[in-house]
């Protein structure tokens, strides 16, 4: 089925191990990002992506890397994980070109991490 | 700077009650209005949407308007069912920010009771 695809779905980190999770769409959104979920803030922005070789830092990027080198995979990387990143991280992409956000965002299912 | 108020929940109900999700936001820009609904273990799937005053976005029976003059954008629905128990979230996208960011609410958790 068309859409995003994040993985892995579950994952337990010890405080200082690194690790990446990875964020693949079918749909040729130009525009990709990633958030994270934590009770009772909504959603918050860590990195966004408006096409291929191009990033850009969102609200709470700190502790937290992407690279865009094709236009489906946008994978986050947690350079030295801390409890703080104890969190549900979601992909969402879009196309580019709606200027009236008209599209709305294609989510994916969510990646649950616990770092201990 | 912009922002996304919507009412603690839970709200719990019982099965063809009425429904209504409080929604305020602030915004400096042109913003267009979402609502997204995230079912237990699962992604945010986009419920509804409107992109300028007076606007209704409506869809599966749930509907809300886009009132600037009252800057609200409160969701409802005539009658509730069971499977429309989820967690709500108010969104915001403004034109004028180039990030193209989503900003939410908190999220609502509604309760459906058969």
């Known amino acids: 089925n068309a859409g995003v695809t994040q993985t892995p779905k579950f994952q337990v980190l010890k405080t200082g191990q690194s690790m990446t999770l990875q964020c693949a769409q079918d749909?040729?959104?130009?525009?990709m990002s990633w958030y994270r979920q934590d009770p009772g803030m909504g959603l918050r922005l860590i990195h966004y992506?408006?096409?291929?070789?191009?990033?850009d830092q969102g609200e709470v990027p700190n502790g937290y890397n992407v690279s865009r080198s094709t236009t489906e995979d946008f994978p986050l990387r947690l350079l030295s994980a801390a409890p703080s990143q104890t969190s549900v991280y979601f992909c969402?992409?879009?196309?580019?070109?709606?200027?009236?956000?008209?599209?709305?965002?294609?989510f994916g299912s969510g990646t649950r991490l616990t770092v201990v | 700077g912009n922002s996304v108020t919507q009412m603690e929940g839970p709200v719990t109900l019982s099965e063809e009650a009425f429904l209504t999700i409080n929604c305020t936001y602030t915004?400096?820009?042109?913003?267009?209005l979402f609502w997204y609904v995230q079912y237990p273990g699962e992604g945010l799937q986009l419920l509804l949407k409107a992109t300028k005053a007076d606007d209704k976005g409506s869809n599966k029976g749930f509907e809300a308007t886009y009132r600037k003059e009252t800057t609200s954008f409160h969701l409802e629905k005539g009658s509730v069912q069971v499977s429309d128990s989820a967690v709500y979230f108010c969104a915001l996208s403004d034109r004028m920010d180039s990030s193209y960011k989503l900003i939410f609410g908190s999220g609502t958790r509604l309760l459906v009771r058969p």
């Open positions: 992506s408006v096409g291929a070789g191009i990033t």
């Open positions: 749909m040729n959104h130009e525009y």
């Open positions: 915004a400096t820009g042109y913003p267009s």
């Open positions: 969402a992409s879009s196309y580019f070109a709606d200027k009236d956000r008209d599209y709305g965002y294609t």
